[in-house]
């Protein structure tokens, strides 16, 4: 990952993709009790000023300063609280903090890397709190649209269920969001990008 690049990708505009919330994480939470959440891998901290705004007490991790900010004044435009971390989100490790939600969405790293946030971030997760990750699909690459390209940034719903041997599965799956409204693709029809989701329940 280069900060660089992401704190010039982050400045180019208003906002990289929008400020409202991810489609699933809305989806997925909807029915949970708010307690606290920690987004790993923040970006622009659209989702945690949503938790927030539900009543939820979120700490966002992010490395970009850029991504930090902006997240920053769109949290203080909603009136709301984040804890927010500017570090890198590939190094967090939580020994005492116990979240009762963890998200990790679109947080694209290596396969084998990621298996060690994955891992270091269950160590924060507390008895019964949910986990989710959400990001784009191996399969997007041939039949999606946008994303990496590279494969080893990519995983399927079996590779992360792997990696939660220790949660119980809610779901996993392949689900279909449509791209067509979002900046870059100039409203053209029928754009769909796979996404990987897994929902995960720890013991």
Not at 132 to 144: A, P, Q, T
Request: aromatic fraction near 8%; hydrophobic fraction near 40%.
């Amino acid at each position: 990952m280069n900060r660089d690049l992401w704190d010039r990708r982050y400045e180019q505009r208003e906002f990289v993709w929008t400020a409202d919330p991810n489609q699933f994480l809305v989806a997925e939470t909807k029915d949970l009790s708010p307690g606290r959440a920690l987004d790993l891998g923040a970006g622009e901290g659209r989702n945690a000023v949503w938790l927030a705004k539900q009543g939820w007490q979120v700490a966002a991790i992010d490395f970009s300063a850029v991504g930090i900010s902006k997240g920053e004044k769109l949290a203080n435009s909603e009136d709301v609280a984040v804890n927010w971390i500017c570090d890198d989100a590939t190094r967090y490790k939580s020994a005492q903090d116990r979240f009762d939600l963890i998200i990790m969405l679109y947080f694209h790293i290596p396969r084998a890397q990621q298996r060690t946030v994955i891992h270091n971030s269950l160590m924060g997760l507390a008895a019964g709190g949910h986990f989710l990750y959400v990001g784009h699909d191996l399969s997007n690459i041939e039949k999606g649209q946008g994303g990496p390209q590279d494969p080893d940034l990519l995983c399927t719903p079996s590779d992360i269920e792997r990696d939660l041997m220790d949660c119980e599965i809610i779901r996993a799956e392949v689900v279909q969001r449509s791209v067509s409204s979002e900046p870059g693709h100039g409203g053209a029809p029928d754009l769909i990008a796979l996404d990987t989701l897994v929902h995960a329940r720890r013991s």
